[in-house]
């Protein structure tokens, strides 16, 4: 008999609004993210632009919500001056950050043209690293200036009238990593940061500035490099980054399945730093995250070391993970647990978007496919909406090496009252054995079942590839139903599930 994973949700157990920047992605002049991912002029699909068409439908399917550009730590070695004008006379030079050579083809204004095809919203990255608070205001002013001073007109003779008018700006990335080109200590890094948050605001008060965070939990500076930067700069900044990745280490499958449980901590141990600089400094507003990179990333393969010595290529095949079942399941969590802290979680970047670490690969001048995370990022964009329930859970435990002891199962939900929609969001963690579902909705009146699918495979390392792109999807979850204001079923070992109900 199958152990059950018991939930209680009521419409008055509430987090917080749903926010569609949860659901950003992130383009970084990367490997084949750009060139051949986003931008491709010769491929059959590319329209006037260069821009390719599959991809571009991919992006809008997925439900990206923001993108993130142009690094990453690629910005901390960038001109933005290279990648405006006419392309025949911008310069190519060495990325260090990758070992690559850059084009720049494309550039500010093409990615402007690009996200607003997408119809997404876009988040800019400066370079605090190699350049500093002068270049963030003169990229500030060329990108959302009116035109009547030297770097907006700059932009007006490129082609480009009307200003971008971008909000979200990150002051720098991951200025406390040792691999970060131009890497500061805290102290360092808080005065450029608020300096160059200072100028940024004065240009124009409304920005929404977003200060680097630790590049992850393990840094040694964690908590610590958070609580100099806010010090300093609490007055200025809006959100402070938060960056994880995830992967199956040494065959360790039961922790890598629990990974969610290490972003929830990362999560909490942020919030309570920023609330403790908050109390420090006696002030009203609170600074929210911005969890602006998260994924699954094997950073032990090969494919994720960038090229040595005498070659320099443009657009190398870099950190190319083809995803599996499981990884889908463990990514479809971390979902769970960005949704379940929308309370202070106010946006997010999937990085990335294609080729790299990303739910859409491509071929060059071929077709596009969707990897196995392409689903609960697409599905979860599509329905998760109003309000963030927390769910009350009782679930079986599974021990692992990392955390111990974790539930077997997780689950969040949302509610739009106005519509009367329910989307319940359900993972089952462990390996060995399926959950029993038993979720008490009779808080939420007379309810009918829409729909239930649920994204698992027999072989947890099965994968989508360009030949055959279809073999991990979601399907229907027959055994899923509605009695008397419970909702029951199974739930596979491995497995993410999205159930939809409506008010009748």
Not at 217 to 246: C, G, K, P, Q, R
Request: aromatic share 8%; net charge negative.
């Amino acid at each position: 008999m199958a152990s059950t994973l018991a939930l209680t949700l009521n419409p008055a157990f509430r987090v917080a609004p749903v926010r569609r920047r949860t659901f950003g992605a992130f383009v970084e002049h990367l490997g084949r993210c750009v060139y051949t991912g986003i931008y491709e002029p010769e491929h059959p699909s590319a329209d006037a632009d260069g821009f390719r068409a599959d991809v571009l439908a991919l992006t809008r399917e997925l439900g990206v919500s923001s993108v993130r550009y142009p690094g990453g730590n690629f910005v901390s070695g960038y001109r933005w001056e290279d990648g405006v004008g006419p392309v025949e006379e911008r310069p190519a030079r060495h990325d260090l950050a990758w070992h690559s050579t850059e084009p720049n083809t494309v550039g500010l204004d093409e990615f402007m043209a690009w996200a607003k095809k997408a119809e997404v919203e876009p988040m800019y990255a400066v370079n605090l690293g190699t350049r500093g608070i002068e270049e963030a205001l003169d990229v500030l002013q060329y990108a959302n200036a009116p035109t009547g001073i030297a770097l907006s007109d700059q932009r007006a003779e490129n082609g480009h009238e009307e200003p971008y008018g971008i909000r979200m700006w990150c002051l720098g990335n991951e200025m406390d990593g040792p691999w970060q080109a131009g890497h500061k200590t805290a102290e360092e890094y808080a005065r450029i940061a608020t300096e160059a948050a200072r100028l940024m605001k004065q240009e124009d008060p409304e920005l929404e500035l977003i200060a680097c965070g630790s590049s992850s939990s393990s840094m040694e500076t964690f908590a610590a490099w958070e609580n100099t930067v806010l010090t300093e700069s609490y007055d200025l900044v809006d959100m402070i980054s938060a960056h994880a990745y995830y992967s199956e280490k040494d065959g360790d499958q039961a922790s890598f399945l629990a990974s969610a449980d290490d972003m929830d901590h990362f999560i909490d141990s942020v919030v309570a730093t920023a609330d403790h600089v908050r109390a420090k400094l006696k002030r009203e507003k609170r600074i929210m995250i911005s969890f602006d990179e998260w994924n699954i990333w094997y950073q032990h393969r090969a494919e994720s070391r960038p090229p040595s010595g005498d070659d320099w290529p443009v657009a190398p095949v870099l950190l190319e993970d083809t995803y599996n079942a499981m990884d889908a399941v463990v990514f479809g969590n971390l979902l769970i647990s960005l949704l379940r802290h929308s309370d202070r979680v106010a946006s997010a970047s999937l990085a990335q978007l294609v080729n790299v670490i990303a739910p859409i690969m491509t071929a060059p001048g071929g077709d596009a496919w969707k990897q196995t995370t392409f689903h609960p990022f697409a599905l979860t964009s599509a329905h998760a909406r109003g309000e963030v329930l927390d769910v009350r859970l009782s679930s079986p435990r599974f021990e692992n090496p990392r955390f111990g002891s974790s539930a077997s199962g997780d689950a969040v939900a949302t509610w739009d009252e106005e519509s009367g929609a329910l989307s319940v969001f359900v993972v089952n963690r462990g390996a060995d054995e399926e959950l029993a579902l038993d979720a008490d909705l009779s808080s939420f009146g007379d309810l009918e079942l829409v729909e239930a699918v649920t994204l698992h495979h027999e072989d947890p390392y099965a994968a989508n590839t360009r030949d055959a792109p279809e073999t991990v999807v979601p399907a229907a979850n027959d055994s899923i139903a509605l009695e008397d204001g419970r909702l029951v079923g199974s739930l596979p070992a491995i497995s993410w599930s999205l159930v939809r109900l409506a008010r009748r």
